[in-house]
T-cell receptor, first 113, second 117 residues
Framework: GENVEQHPSTLSVQEGDSAVIKCTYS??????FPWYKQELGKRPQLIID?????GEKKDQRIAVTLNKTAKHFSLHITETQPEDSAVYFC????????????FGAGTRLTVKP | GAVVSQHPSWVICKSGTSVKIECRSL??????MFWYRQFPKQSLMLMAT?????????EQGVEKDKFLINHASLTLSTLTVTSAHPEDSSFYIC?????????????FGEGSRLTVL
């Protein structure tokens, strides 16, 4: 089955700096890679996703890159703000498969004002 | 986006009792729902896949007699923690995928925090 590894486990940046979180996956058939943000005590929420037919996707301050050959993908947050502080999870799955979405271990991002 | 609602959001129970947690898809039908367990500062661990009208599929190491899952309709799945013990205390989250076109986004419930005394 799919195995997703995520680094770093914790990340602290100064407000305004950029943050990068990296994930690798093992199943070459995976073609859907979402990123979730989970604030303390709340549900994970999708912030951006990418499919294997594109190499990069951007939404305002958030971008995700995908390298299918190396089987890794990354989340980039620019101009970080204190409200970006949360735990971020990457995940990998096949688009239309129901039961194989696996999550990374999570990265606790702290943005210092 | 789609809404997945979970109830109760928190529950405290005595050791040895059973607790039922409900997961509902409010504005879409979900033939499949997922149950996760999350320990403090840890990731989402998939416990089981709930299939409407059939038996749930459990992940390795998850006791199916301990964590009973019922998916009786296209909008409701329930997780019952039977004979709960303090080590079952955790944050339980459900999710469901809403399929549109060629893909399905995963939506999560609010989570249920279980404390077993």
């Amino acid at each position: 089955g799919e195995n997703v590894e995520q680094h770093p486990s914790t990340l602290s940046v100064q407000e305004g700096d950029s943050a990068v979180i990296k994930c690798t996956y093992s199943d070459s058939a995976s073609n859907y890679f979402p990123w979730y943000k989970q604030e303390l005590g709340k549900r994970p929420q999708l912030i951006i996703d990418i499919r294997s037919n594109v190499g990069e996707k951007k939404d305002q301050r958030i971008a995700v890159t995908l390298n299918k050959t190396a089987k890794h993908f990354s989340l980039h947050i620019t101009e970080t703000q204190p409200e970006d502080s949360a735990v971020y999870f990457c995940a990998a799955s096949r688009l239309l498969a129901d039961n194989d979405m696996r999550f990374g271990a999570g990265t606790r991002l702290t943005v210092k004002p | 986006g789609a809404v997945v609602s979970q109830h109760p959001s928190w529950v405290i129970c005595k050791s040895g009792t059973s607790v039922k947690i409900e997961c509902r898809s409010l504005d879409f039908q979900a033939t499949t729902m997922f149950w996760y367990r999350q320990f403090p500062k840890q990731s989402l661990m998939l416990m089981a896949t709930s299939n409407e009208g059939s038996k749930a599929t459990y992940e390795q190491g998850v006791e199916k007699d301990k964590f009973l899952i019922n998916h009786a309709s296209l909008t409701l799945s329930t997780l019952t923690v039977t004979s709960a013990h303090p080590e079952d205390s955790s944050f339980y989250i459900c999710s469901a995928r809403e399929y549109r076109g060629s893909g399905g986004e995963l939506f999560f419930g609010e989570g249920s925090r279980l404390t077993v005394l």
